[in-house]
């Protein structure tokens, strides 16, 4: 599976971006799908899942109500809907497939990455 995250950018606090991962292959649908950011210096944290059909969804407590996980399997592309952005939210964000069929918490649980998009919110 191929990977290409794309729709990052520079925006100010309080605006709004979405984020695509578009996904070779015709096997999306096997895959729960995640979102993971990186910060400068920081290690890669969770940002969201979603299961395999897109029934259930969870986030990391620090986007939570902010941000919104979707996919369409017909179009093998999942989304990173992101509302009320803030500096802190500032990283490069990377999608992700998963063989569990809820996704995962942990990076180790995803074995298909993106090469990343640009998420810079000044304030």
């Known amino acids: 599976v191929q990977l290409q995250a794309s729709g990052g950018g520079l925006v100010q606090a309080g605006d709004s971006l979405r984020l695509s991962c578009a996904a070779s292959?015709?096997?999306?649908?096997?895959?729960?799908m995640g979102w993971f950011r990186q910060a400068p210096g920081k290690e890669r944290e969770f940002v969201a899942a979603i299961s395999r059909s897109g029934s259930s969804t969870y986030y990391a407590d620090s986007v939570k109500g902010r941000f919104t996980i979707s996919r369409d399997n017909s179009k093998n592309t999942a989304y990173l809907q992101m509302n009320s952005l803030k500096p802190e939210d500032t990283a490069v964000y990377y999608c992700a497939t998963s063989e569990k069929a809820f996704g995962s918490w942990s990076r180790y649980d995803y074995d298909y990455w993106g090469q990343g998009t640009q998420v810079t919110v000044s304030s």
């Open positions: 292959g015709r096997t999306f649908s096997r895959y729960a």
